[in-house]
């Protein structure tokens, strides 16, 4: 374990403790589950029973899908190669693990690793950056998991169309978080700043930027800025806890982003390109166009965006890709459902952030442009198995089997449709529309307005 929190300090200079916490407890948590469970998710699943086809005892095997190979980024490299490793084992796979060639300490770590612990005819690391990836993308594998960026993603999957190859994809985007004025606010700085600056904000699931009414908003900042000064009395810079940006690139990149910023930075802006140090930063009054509103940040920035009210939080959501995570801070049970209800995310948090991704039993994955495909525990098993559908049929059915032979046609007239389901009679009353409780509700409307009609006719007529 030293050894691999050595290696994420000299790559990203992450403390040793956030590696403990984010990344190894993570990732044995996925290994123990899958050990302590696997024997009972590779049995074979029976089926609900029919007549039809009990006799033939069908079952749903599950089999490895063969070769798989999974592409990990640079960000939290031990659990997103551990984690799926774990689950493509229990399947029964072959892997070939593809590390990111930013972080060099990790990948030259695990290269020597795997092969120590594991069969290397079985499973083995390609270092590497893009032209081993493309070698490796021109194989025929049995599926791909690819974690990373959509740039890359979209390389990846039109690779593997080539060879009709399977393909997961773990990928990110911009994580909203929509904030009540109706918050636990103090606890809402702690949290979102710990989301924002844990690996100095390279998290697929840090919290991307904010939605807040414009009154709220100064309050919102303070409670941020109370939170950093807990978190680093003399400043991020010198703090042992805080990362740095994994190369000059992404700094670059990320201090493009800031200084073409419109917004106002009310807290942070600082940078050394020496160190690839970002200061956590604070800006206030983004909108929509703002550089910072442009892609994914995947550093220590938190953009503010001052919207009206919830409705017009969930409005400028939706006008975007469905985000990786979403989060909400409220005490009111109307607001966070009412988010949670009019929006799309992979997952969702009500007063956290991040956290989700170590709870063992959820899947993690992305919705349409933030990925496809979940893993962590049973949804890593799941990933690299193939369902195998199989049944025995015994010759004594052969009566019932005859009849959708041709030479049976006739004689199948009109008992053929006992093989035919029928589907369940048309509810009676008023369709559903829009949700059970909205039509109820539709219903209700719709029997006062014919009761006043009936007494408005009424009194007509008796008045005439
Ligand atoms: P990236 O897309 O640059 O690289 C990811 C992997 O792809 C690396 O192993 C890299 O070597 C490989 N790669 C790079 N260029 C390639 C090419 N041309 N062909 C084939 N492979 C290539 O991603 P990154 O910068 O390392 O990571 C950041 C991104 O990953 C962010 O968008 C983040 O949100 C996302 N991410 C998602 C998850 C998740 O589980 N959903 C987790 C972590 C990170």
Redesign the pocket.
């Known amino acids: 374990m030293p050894a691999i929190q050595e290696a994420l300090a000299r790559d990203l200079g992450r403390n040793y403790v956030e590696t403990s916490i984010l990344e190894l407890g993570n990732s044995l948590g996925d290994a123990k589950t899958v050990y302590d469970n696997v024997s009972k998710w590779a049995k074979p699943d029976s089926i609900p029973w029919q007549l039809n086809w009990f006799a033939m005892g069908p079952k749903v095997r599950k089999e490895p899908k063969g070769v798989a190979l999974i592409?990990?980024?640079?960000?939290?490299p031990v659990w997103?190669s551990l984690g799926p490793l774990a689950g493509a084992i229990a399947a029964g796979c072959a892997v070939v693990l593809?590390?990111?060639?930013?972080t060099p300490a990790y990948s030259a770590l695990i290269a020597e690793l795997i092969p120590k612990y594991l069969d290397p005819e079985l499973y083995t690391v390609v270092n590497g950056?893009?032209p081993q990836?493309?070698k490796l993308?021109e194989l025929p594998w049995d599926h791909i998991l690819?974690?990373?960026?959509?740039?890359?993603?979209r390389?990846?999957l039109t690779a593997a169309a080539k060879t009709l190859t399977p393909v997961s994809t773990?990928?990110?985007?911009k994580s909203p978080v929509v904030i009540d004025s109706n918050c636990d606010l103090k606890v809402v700085g702690k949290r979102l700043m710990w989301g924002k600056t844990a690996n100095a904000g390279?998290?697929?699931v840090a919290p991307d930027y904010v939605l807040v009414e414009k009154s709220f908003a100064p309050a919102l900042v303070q409670a941020c800025k109370d939170a950093l000064k807990e978190f680093y009395p003399d400043g991020a810079e010198k703090s042992d806890s805080f990362s740095h940006m994994i190369s000059a690139g992404?700094f670059d990149r990320l201090k493009g982003l800031i200084d073409n910023t419109k917004g106002e930075i009310v807290y942070g802006g600082g940078a050394n390109k020496d160190t690839l140090f970002i200061e956590p930063t604070l800006v206030l009054g983004v909108d929509a166009n703002d550089s910072l509103m442009s892609e994914?940040l995947?550093g220590p920035v938190l953009p503010i965006v001052l919207v009206k009210d919830v409705d017009e939080a969930i409005d400028f959501i939706n006008a975007r890709d469905h985000p990786?995570a979403l989060y909400v801070f409220s005490k009111s049970s109307a607001f966070k459902a009412k988010v949670l209800d009019n929006t799309q995310s992979g997952a969702a948090l009500v007063n956290d952030v991040l956290v989700h991704a170590l709870v063992e039993g959820f899947p993690?994955?992305?919705i349409g442009p933030?990925?496809s495909g979940a893993h962590k525990g049973k949804f890593g098993f799941d990933m690299f198995t193939h369902l195998r559908p199989t049944l025995d049929s015994p010759s004594w059915v052969e009566d019932a089997h005859e009849l959708p032979l041709p030479s049976l046609h006739a004689k199948a007239r009109n008992i053929e449709w006992m093989m035919v389901p029928s589907l369940p009679a048309r509810p009676s009353g008023l369709p559903l529309v829009g949700g059970g409780k909205t039509a109820n509700r539709w219903g209700v409307w719709l029997l006062i307005a014919a009761a006043a009609a009936g007494v408005g006719l009424i009194r007509a007529r008796r008045s005439a």
Do not use: D, M, W
């Not at 592409?71 to 939290?76: D, G, Q, V």
């Not at 690819?146 to 993603?153: K, S």
């Not at 773990?170 to 985007?173: A, D, F, Q, R, V």
């Open positions: 592409i990990f980024p640079f960000n939290y997103l593809k590390p990111s060639e930013l950056a893009v990836s493309t993308l690819y974690t990373g960026g959509g740039r890359v993603a390389i990846v773990e990928l990110g985007g390279q998290t697929c992404h994914e995947f990786l993690f994955g992305g933030s990925g």
